[in-house]
């Protein structure tokens, strides 16, 4: 009788124990790692928008025409006066470009001016495209200070009446002439002068 409760105890503890064993969720490492993987919050995405060459506007930048001095001939050399020619190259191989400008109107440069003698014949035979008038510079200024045509010549016209700016076309073919006068050496410290065309849109002001 002992013997067979004995059996019966062994059998109740070890039915309990297999219950317990059964309910113990095994324990898998990577299982730590998921949870905590997914408990950690993600950061946002943020898409920055950046500026590149296709979505920028870029503003054309206004350029305007300029002469610059190719010679210049002093009092007595082939008249009283001195004679210089200006024109689109000048002595050191600068060029310009009547059809839409060469120099930033920005820039400070004198204005070259011009004041017609319509019946002076050219002093010497040699000279290139004599244009009958003489030249000055007025003192340096943006081009873009100016309006219009009017407002360039108002600059020159503080050498005389009939004074105005120098235009492209002072000798028939343009591009270079010759008159009397000189820039007072203000080639040596700008290279080249603003003057104006008629018949392009390579002006800093309007006509």
């Not at 998921?34 to 928008?49: D, F, G, L, M, R």
């Not at 470009?97 to 109107?105: I, L």
Request: charged share 20%; aromatic share 10%; with cysteine.
């Amino acid at each position: 009788m002992i013997k067979i409760m004995q059996v019966l105890l062994s059998l109740s503890l070890f039915c309990v124990i297999s219950v317990h064993a059964s309910s113990i969720k095994h324990f898998d490492p990577s299982d730590g790692a998921k949870s905590s993987q997914s408990a950690i919050p993600t950061e946002p995405e943020y898409i920055i928008a950046q500026a590149t060459p296709a979505n920028v506007a870029s503003t054309p930048v206004k350029k305007g025409l300029t002469f610059g001095v190719r010679k210049t001939w002093k009092r007595g050399e082939l008249h009283k006066s001195a004679i210089t020619t200006v024109g689109c190259k000048d002595s050191k191989a600068n060029e310009c470009n009547p059809y839409t400008g060469d120099m930033n109107c920005s820039v400070d440069l004198p204005v070259l001016c011009f004041a017609p003698l319509p019946n002076q014949a050219s002093p010497d035979p040699t000279l290139h495209q004599w244009a009958a008038g003489r030249i000055k510079v007025t003192n340096s200024v943006p081009g873009n200070s100016f309006k219009k045509l009017d407002d360039v010549n108002q600059a020159c016209s503080r050498f005389g009446n009939n004074w105005r700016a120098a235009t492209f076309h002072e000798s028939p073919k343009g591009w270079n002439w010759t008159a009397f006068g000189t820039t007072d050496d203000a080639e040596k410290y700008f290279a080249r002068f603003w003057v104006h065309i008629k018949d392009q849109p390579a002006n800093c002001w309007a006509n």
